[in-house]
């Protein structure tokens, strides 16, 4: 097994010696991603798979478990081992936003999870399709305005495009459908086809159909202005929003994890960040994690994140899904 071990974990504080027969991974790693191939949190999920592969002496596959809004592939975690072997690669949207989104959600996140690192951080976009004639911001709420209601697509029932898009709606005064699909490439085809009116997309996945001139880029969420559309404004800057909306992907064992355990995960987490898999994840328009990061950074960045959601549900007054 020796032989598996590769120069890079050392630097990373993990001896060969320490991944030994008798010791994690003792059997296949599987990385569980709550949403259908092609996502971000999907990309991430197989970015860190294909790394691990190379240091580990078992097989890392990613097992896609989509459904309501990335909670099925989470509850399925939560049932799992506490070995190591299953792990949860995870939003905002079925992790820390669920507090305050879910009345009765279907695990807790702190007494089911333990977090243990941060893989990327993302930002988001207002859409249009190109048959909905607008393109600013203030054509977009002149056309909400005269159409009294839109229908706008989600990611699934209670995910951070649901939420963002329940929020947009409130502060301009519109009603709204909402249209949840199972997963982000669902629901591309009938946004194109105009079928409905907007969606809030990761940035990075909505560029190239916004270059292609098939969507209308209308806002984005962060703070600032993107430096990738600086002639798109900020929904903060806007007014809309009274801070930031940025998602983020991080990896998740059930609890109960042996800490050992943990820390081995981490390190192959920080040698990818570090090397061409963090690369990856920034050619792909993402931020990657600090590669630095120790097991409680991540935890700590959790526990702040599930708070400053809550704040955010009821600053909006939006009222938790059943």
């Known amino acids: 097994m020796l032989r598996h071990c590769v120069a890079g974990l050392l630097s990373f504080g993990i001896s060969c010696a320490a991944l030994g027969a008798d010791e994690w991974p003792t059997r296949t790693v599987t ?161 194109v086809a105009g079928r409905v009116d907007f969606y809030i997309d990761v940035l990075p996945l909505a560029m190239p159909m916004v270059t292609d001139g098939k969507l209308h880029a209308i806002a984005v969420t962060q703070t600032q202005r993107d430096q990738r559309l600086p002639g798109v404004p900020s929904l903060v800057e806007l007014g809309v929003f009274p801070e930031q909306y940025a998602g983020w992907t991080g990896v998740f064992a059930p609890k109960g994890t042996p800490l050992e355990t943990r820390r081995k995960i981490l390190a192959l987490i920080n040698q990818m960040l570090e090397g061409p898999g963090g690369n990856e994840i920034k050619k792909n328009g993402y931020r990657p994690a600090s590669s630095k990061q120790g097991l409680d950074d991540f935890a700590e960045f959790a526990a702040n994140d599930q708070k400053r959601w809550i704040g955010v549900f009821q600053k909006a007054g939006i009222p938790p899904s059943p």
């Open 31 to 191: 990385l569980v991603v709550g949403y259908p191939a092609g996502g971000n949190t999907d990309m991430a999920g197989r970015v860190l798979a294909n790394s691990m592969k190379q240091s580990l002496p078992v097989a890392v596959i990613v097992e896609n478990k989509p459904g309501a809004g990335g909670t099925v592939g989470a509850a399925f975690v939560t049932r799992a081992a506490a070995d190591g072997t299953v792990l949860l690669v995870a939003s905002q949207s079925e992790t820390t936003m669920l507090k305050a989104n879910r009345a009765n959600p279907p695990y807790d996140i702190e007494k089911d999870f333990i977090p243990v690192a941060k893989l990327m951080d993302q930002d988001y976009l207002l859409v249009v399709p190109k048959s909905v004639n607008v393109t600013t911001w203030s054509e977009f709420v002149s056309y909400a305005k005269t159409k009294g209601s839109l229908n706008y697509a989600s990611s699934g029932i209670g995910t951070t495009s649901h939420v963002m898009s329940q929020h947009m709606m409130a502060a301009i005064g519109v009603q709204g459908v909402h249209v949840p699909y199972q997963g982000a490439a669902a629901l591309r085809p009938d946004l």
